[in-house]
């Protein structure tokens, strides 16, 4: 029996382990933006003052919609959702960012118990779900302006000077009553509701709305708060600004990441038809300057709710689509957390706010885009190196780049081509590689082999694309989850027939 139960731990701890405790790494994750009154429309009975079409105004996408479409988001590869806020709206607020009532969810997009579903529908499906709050401001002509009670609760309006950091903390963005969060009452309102908001919804994050307009002294209060409560909490914040090390003082202040406005420029310069591709390879240096040990703590994207559609306003010709192609490879292939905004696995168009806000197609769109976004996605979940790895640059110019990334089983190499075919040749040694087999390559126009020592990749025009290489195989050619299985079925074979010639002595 004691060599039974030895073959038993044995077994037990080969399996995979259980749910772990700790707070999740969201280099794991890929989150995919959701605009709800722009996504679908799921229960046309909230739809109240609708109307489909008009770009200013609530068009009838609501959290069943969501719902509906949650595993059309998992099929795509996502692990993790983002929705645009739910609080109650002033007026047209269509878009979330013009709070009435922040305990209140807007009537368009459904009520609490649509949205306790939504997150615990989600959650079942193995997604995450982050929600977009604003506590930087209220929405226009909000009735607290002209209540005694609450007139205390606000800056006086003045124009923002975004040279001046205080400025940009108390001045009104956009017009928008600015909340004083250095009133205590603002103060605690502010941390109160949020905690509440967790404990009725049970979301894993928050993306926070104009984070950088916040004082960083109330934002560290603010985080510390939901923080003791709620350790593993995700919390990213909107900080527009391109400069990382400007970026860094917020994650001083108690954000687990930033909106990395940086990359997103790179992307828009590299990928441009004039471009300089080389410029793909500027942003995980400079993410150092976001401090040792935070370097991935970025939400990258290619396109957002707030700036252009990646294809610009038109439907996208052949050229388009192919830098589009290159960006997707880009995006799940670079350090940080990726985010995917609804449309841009089709090819949506969109120009400046509102158009790159039009309503997600259900039907058409680019399949061959939609089915690149399954694939990149894909490998980069069943890929450490992609997801935690480290980050070198191979080779970099105007026309070409191509980088890896290190860190697991495999190292993983991408190349982005620009106009012209051609031919590149990576010595192995520069991957930290003895010898390797190409296990996998992915991607539009592209082809790759191992020749000696040495990765050899033939590139179409525009092409972009993922080689994974390993190390040679073990003399035996049987994997090493092969051998671990082998290796149980010796020792259980061993513990049974120990019990059956014990049996037979005793009989004996």
Same mark, same amino acid.
């Given at each position: ?75 795509? /590869? ?47 499906? /193995? ?104 350790? /593993? ?276």
């Amino acid at each position: 029996m004691n060599t039974f139960l030895a073959a038993l731990v044995v077994v037990a701890s080969l399996l995979p382990a259980g749910p772990s405790a700790a707070p999740t790494d969201w280099r794991d994750e890929a989150i995919y933006m959701v605009m709800t009154d722009r996504f679908k429309n799921g229960d046309p009975t909230n739809d109240l003052d609708s109307v489909p079409g008009k770009a200013d105004w609530w068009q009838g996408g609501d959290l069943q919609g969501v719902i509906d479409e949650l595993d059309y988001i998992k099929g795509l /590869g996502m692990t993790a959702i983002w929705i645009t806020p739910v609080a109650e709206q002033m007026g047209e607020g269509y878009h979330g960012y013009w709070t009435r009532d922040p305990y209140k969810i807007d009537p368009h997009l459904g009520d609490m118990a649509k949205l306790q579903e939504l997150v615990r529908t989600a959650h079942t499906k /193995g997604l995450k779900v982050v929600l977009d709050v604003v506590i930087n401001h209220l929405g226009y002509g909000h009735p607290w302006l002209t209540d005694d009670e609450h007139i205390r609760w606000f800056h006086d309006l003045c124009p923002i000077n975004f040279a001046d950091q205080k400025s940009v903390e108390d001045c009104w963005l956009a017009g928008l009553p600015d909340l004083n969060t250095e009133n205590p009452s603002v103060r605690r309102y502010l941390k109160t509701w949020a905690l509440w908001l967790i404990d009725q919804t049970g979301v894993d994050g928050f993306r926070v709305d104009a984070a950088r307009h916040l004082p960083k002294e109330f934002l560290l209060d603010w985080t510390g708060a939901i923080k003791a409560q709620h350790p /593993g909490f995700w919390i990213l914040g909107e900080v527009y600004s391109s400069g990382y090390r400007y970026q860094s003082g917020f994650l001083d202040a108690g954000l687990d990441a930033v909106t990395d406005f940086q990359t997103y420029d790179s992307v828009r310069i590299g990928l441009d038809p004039r471009g300089n591709l080389g410029q793909l390879t500027t942003s995980p240096s400079l993410a150092a300057d976001l401090g040792t040990g935070r370097e991935d703590a970025r939400a990258i994207f290619i396109d957002n709710h707030d700036v252009p559609r990646f294809v610009g306003r038109d439907v996208p010709d052949a050229a388009t689509k192919a830098r589009l192609e290159q960006a997707i490879v880009y995006l799940f292939t670079m350090p940080g957390t990726p985010v995917l905004y609804y449309g841009t696995e089709v090819a949506l168009p969109g120009g400046p706010d509102p158009d790159d806000r039009r309503p997600m197609p259900w039907t058409g769109g680019d399949e061959d885009v939609r089915q690149l976004v399954r694939d990149v996605a894909t490998l980069r979940q069943a890929t450490p190196s992609l997801r935690q790895g480290s980050f070198d640059e191979v080779q970099s110019e105007r026309g070409l780049v191509v980088y890896d990334r290190r860190g697991g089983p495999d190292v993983a190499v991408i190349a982005i081509n620009g106009d012209e075919t051609r031919s590149v040749d990576v010595p192995l040694a520069k991957l930290g590689l003895d010898a390797g087999v190409l296990h996998r390559t992915m991607g539009p126009g592209i082809s790759g082999s191992v020749d000696g020592k040495t990765l050899r990749v033939t590139l179409a025009p525009r092409a972009a694309g993922v080689f994974l290489l390993g190390a040679a195989p073990d003399a035996s050619g049987l994997p090493l989850w092969s051998l671990l299985l082998l290796a149980v079925a010796v020792v259980l074979l061993a513990a049974v027939v120990t019990l059956a010639r014990r049996r037979f002595l005793r009989r004996a």
